[in-house]
């Protein structure tokens, strides 16, 4: 089969190839007890079959969703994989998710059967469990601490693999039928996958996504990206998250990569440098969590390594904006001499120093980031898309590219701007409507196709006299603010500057309406403690740390230095520190840790209030 012909197939498909070809070869691995377990691809299509064939026996239909209520983890793709081999919906929910929204996601979506990772997770389905009537089947991961539960409707997930075995074995014609519900498996235009969007405007949606849909992103997105046969990936943001998705489960199986499970997000650069990944996918806030770890390192390191660093910082800032083929042989020279000295350590702190190709999306990300791991040598390409457009739209095509875009569609995807500059996307990537929201449906997409992003961009030229044009996100279209004066603020430039101090973790300007730029801002806990540490402050908790007069000072500074690089009409004139962190449960932000703008607002009206007097 060519790989052309492969990528055309629906997943459980493509799955069942690598089966067969490379049986025993790598598909994942999973750290359990601190060791790295392999599941071969002929252990993941069986044990994905088996979960999809014990749902068939716990009553589950095609078409039905089944919710996952978990980290990442095998389970979680097994439970994906299974669902899809008989024309089940998944629908993942994050794991961070309070009780209350648990409840609103199961209930919009009508799911009868959800897989929980553990204690914790099945209790907040329990909480609500008498208000969602078509929940009939609980099914838990790690079943610890569940001795005295009632086990009416609740079930291992080991169990389910057991059940489906003993399925496939004494009735097998019963369970060839199962999986074989249409000829070929799924139909292209069959639902494979409901994401819940994050809701940072309103309550989150469930957004349908076609097979048709999720192929066409994965090839697209692949094309540009080049994960090949072999690839190292890791996994560690939410993969009810559609970036995770193409990078955990969609692009690795239609090309063969293998796919290695963090311990969780915590543990996720102790991973990475045991790892060492070829293909690496990163938020801003990760790549903004790296540069602050390596600039805590080199602080506590100090003398020698510090000079170095900084030297080389230096040496070879001027190289950083331009592509690596137009280097001199003095410049690689340079490059090679440095890298000996200070930068490969630094890669092997973060573990990339084996990255073939490394994006940032989800969010704009500080142009000093981007150019900081250009000079360690981590080449870090911007991307845009949304979970309405299956993922990623567009991609910076090289190193060559504007620092601050986001790169050219990929095949198959059309992208034009509205008179106002938001994004328009057509193509087979756009989804196919949210489940029981039509009204919502109509708003997003038009009459001829059009997703309609919400998002605001413009066009820019590339370099070197092509016709190239790449495309620059300018805001969100809701985001964009209007000062008292009448000028226009793009909140995420200045946000994004002030996150780039590794001292800042979250900002939240202030100015529409306003006289002036004000920002909410939350520090960076780690990082600040060790500063507080090496200053030889003493505090207690969070609050007591934000409170120190010197922290206020050093935020100050930060702020000051972001200003001196802004226009006037930009510059924050005032700021609160927030003396606790943004947090999911208090409705802050969203389970993918976006700023819910208008809660904020709300919540913190006289701290903002108290900014103008």
């Given amino acids: 089969m060519s790989s052309i012909e492969l990528r055309d197939l629906p997943l459980p498909q493509q799955l069942a190839h690598w089966a067969r070809t490379r049986p025993d070869e790598t598909a994942l691995r999973q750290k359990t007890h601190g060791v790295w377990q392999a599941v071969s691809w002929a252990q993941y299509e069986q044990r994905s079959r088996w979960f999809g064939l014990g749902l068939v026996k716990l009553g589950v239909k095609p078409g039905q969703r089944v919710a996952v209520l978990s980290e990442n983890r095998e389970q979680w793709a097994f439970a994906q994989l299974g669902t899809s081999m008989i024309g089940g919906v998944t629908a993942g929910v994050y794991p961070t998710s309070p009780a209350h929204e648990v409840h609103y996601l199961l209930e919009l979506a009508e799911v009868p059967v959800v897989v929980c990772e553990d204690q914790e997770q099945l209790d907040k389905v329990l909480e609500v469990r008498a208000q969602l009537p078509h929940l009939h089947t609980l099914i838990v991961i790690d079943p610890r601490g569940l001795r005295r539960y009632d086990r009416a409707g609740l079930h291992e997930f080991d169990d389910v693999l057991a059940l489906g075995r003993r399925f496939e074995t004494e009735e097998a014609a019963a369970a060839k039928a199962a999986l074989d519900y249409q000829p070929g498996g799924p139909a292209a235009d069959d639902i494979g996958l409901i994401v819940f969007t994050s ?261 820019e030229e590339a370099p070197g006299g092509t016709a190239t044009r790449e495309l620059r996100i300018v805001d969100r279209k809701k985001d964009i603010m209007i000062t008292a004066g009448g000028k226009n603020i793009t909140p995420s430039e200045i946000e994004n500057a002030l996150r780039f101090s590794p001292y800042i973790k979250e900002a939240i300007v202030i100015a529409d309406r306003r006289r002036f730029v004000s920002a909410l801002i939350q520090i960076e806990f780690e990082s600040t403690s060790n500063w507080a540490e090496r200053e030889g402050l003493t505090y207690t908790n969070f609050k007591s740390l934000v409170e120190l007069p010197q922290v206020r000072e050093l935020v100050q500074r930060e702020v000051e230095a972001v200003n001196a690089r802004m226009p006037q009409v930009q510059q924050v004139r005032k700021f609160h520190l927030l003396v606790k962190e943004l947090d999911h449960d208090d409705g802050e932000v969203t389970a993918t840790m976006k700023v819910r703008r208008s809660s904020i607002n709300q919540k913190y009206a006289e701290v903002i209030e108290a900014l103008y007097v």
């Avoid at 137009?326 to 930068?343: K, M, N, P, Q």
């Fill in 199 to 459: 809701g940072s405007t309103g309550r989150p949606k469930a957004a349908m996504m076609s097979w048709r849909g999720l192929g066409a992103a994965a090839q697209g997105l692949n094309s540009m990206l080049g994960c090949r046969l072999g690839d190292e990936l890791v996994s560690y943001l939410p993969l009810c998250h559609m970036a995770e998705q193409m990078f955990s489960i969609h692009i690795p199986i239609s090309v063969g990569a293998t796919v290695n499970f963090a311990e969780s997000l915590r543990t996720v650069q102790d991973d990475l440098r045991e790892l060492s990944p070829h293909v690496f996918f990163g938020v801003p806030r990760i790549w903004e969590k790296f540069h602050a770890s390596i600039q805590t390192k080199l602080r506590e390191a100090g003398g020698l390594r510090m000079a170095l660093y900084q030297r080389a910082m230096e040496a070879l800032d001027g190289m950083a904006a331009r592509p690596r083929t137009t280097w001199s042989a003095g410049e690689r020279l340079r490059r090679a001499w440095w890298y000996v000295l200070i930068l490969r350590s630094l890669l092997n702190f973060v573990g990339l120093r084996r990255c073939r190709i490394a994006i940032s999306s989800g969010a704009p990300i500080t142009p000093e980031i981007l150019k900081f791991f250009r000079v360690l040598g981590v080449p870090i390409r911007e991307a845009y898309g949304l979970t309405e457009a299956s993922g990623a739209t567009t991609m910076q095509p090289s190193d060559a590219s504007p620092v601050g875009t986001v790169g050219v569609p990929y095949p198959g995807i059309e992208v034009k701007l509205a008179e106002d500059g938001e994004i328009l996307i057509h193509g087979d990537v756009v989804f196919c409507g949210y489940y029981r929201n039509e009204a919502a449906t109509r708003e997003a997409v038009d009459a001829e196709g059009w997703l309609h992003t919400g998002d605001v961009a413009r066009w």
